[in-house]
């Protein structure tokens, strides 16, 4: 989500302080009456990084928000080996009493979707609408699978091997998924980013080499299927065709069938990011 560097918003970044160290946040935009702010979750592993075209693009006409998750950018490790997704989404909302905003629009991609779900049953007065953008709805033996294998276990050396070790993982998860199958059956039609985009995301894991874990097997362990039933905020259930968890969408829906359903074109270029920004904000726009 790199490639375009651009115009738009304005980027500013920061940092709050919370008990478990400091959350950096990168936000856009201006506040106005009427308008809650949007925060804005993002996957795993990266950044706020990743989420700067729609940074941008909201920007334009709103205030938006886009935090680090603790262990993940340049935010703070969480406590402990033992992260939930709800203490993750509680340390957002912290963070977001930091910054003085009460009521807001939410949205997350992949684990960010997940940390998203959570902030909106546990807050649900103050999440006015919702967007969950590729959530991964795995069978049994496929999530046993992904916790066993995909997070790779990174060994940090005077030889450098987490460079090669992180450059790798971070590479092949654009060309197949799971990352760890690279044969044709797994092969993703999209392929690589342009360097710099690829680059940008590496130095990002890099950062986090020692707890970028946290948060990813959090979300690859989260019972979905008990929770986002009981997410009970206005909502819309969106995939890129092109991601991989695109798969899930309907079965996703399933569990939340009052939430609207709509898959986005992505934000690969200047013309299907700014649909993609309009989808969402009709979405933020419509009163429940």
Not at 71 to 98: F, M, Y
Request: overall charge neutral; aromatic content about 8%; proline content about 6%.
């Amino acid at each position: 989500m790199r490639a375009m560097v651009s115009s738009g918003a304005r980027i500013r970044r920061g940092f709050i302080d919370i008990a478990e160290g400091q959350v950096h946040y990168r936000e856009a935009g201006r506040r106005m009456a009427g308008t809650p702010p949007l925060l804005l979750i993002h996957a795993s592993p990266g950044s706020s990084l990743m989420l700067e075209p729609l940074l941008r693009e909201f920007g334009k006409f709103r205030h938006v928000i886009a935090t680090d998750t603790l262990g993940n950018g340049d935010s703070s490790a969480p406590a402990g080996d033992a992260v939930t997704l709800a203490a993750l989404a509680d340390a957002h909302l912290r963070a977001l009493d930091t910054l003085g905003i009460g009521r807001f629009d939410l949205y997350g991609t992949h684990t960010g979707a997940s940390i998203a779900s959570e902030i909106a049953i546990s807050q649900p007065g103050r999440v006015r609408s919702l967007v969950l953008d590729g959530i991964g709805l795995y069978a049994p033996e496929e999530q046993a699978e992904l916790l066993e294998h995909y997070v790779p276990g990174i060994s940090i050396d005077q030889n450098g091997s987490q460079l090669l070790q992180i450059w790798s993982f971070v590479r092949d998860a654009y060309l197949f998924w799971p990352w760890y199958r690279k044969d044709k059956a797994h092969r993703r039609p999209t392929g690589l980013p342009d360097a710099d985009t690829l680059h940008d995301k590496v130095v990002e894991v890099l950062k986090a080499a020692r707890s970028f874990h946290l948060s990813y097997r959090a979300a690859l362990g989260h019972d979905k299927r008990a929770r986002l039933p009981l997410v009970p905020v206005p909502t819309l259930l969106t995939c890129a065709a092109d991601d991989m968890l695109y798969e899930y969408l309907d079965a996703v829906h399933a569990l939340m069938p009052h939430a609207r359903c709509a898959a986005h074109h992505g934000t690969g270029t200047p013309e299907n990011l700014a649909r993609t920004v309009a989808l969402f904000e009709r979405h933020f726009s419509e009163k429940p």
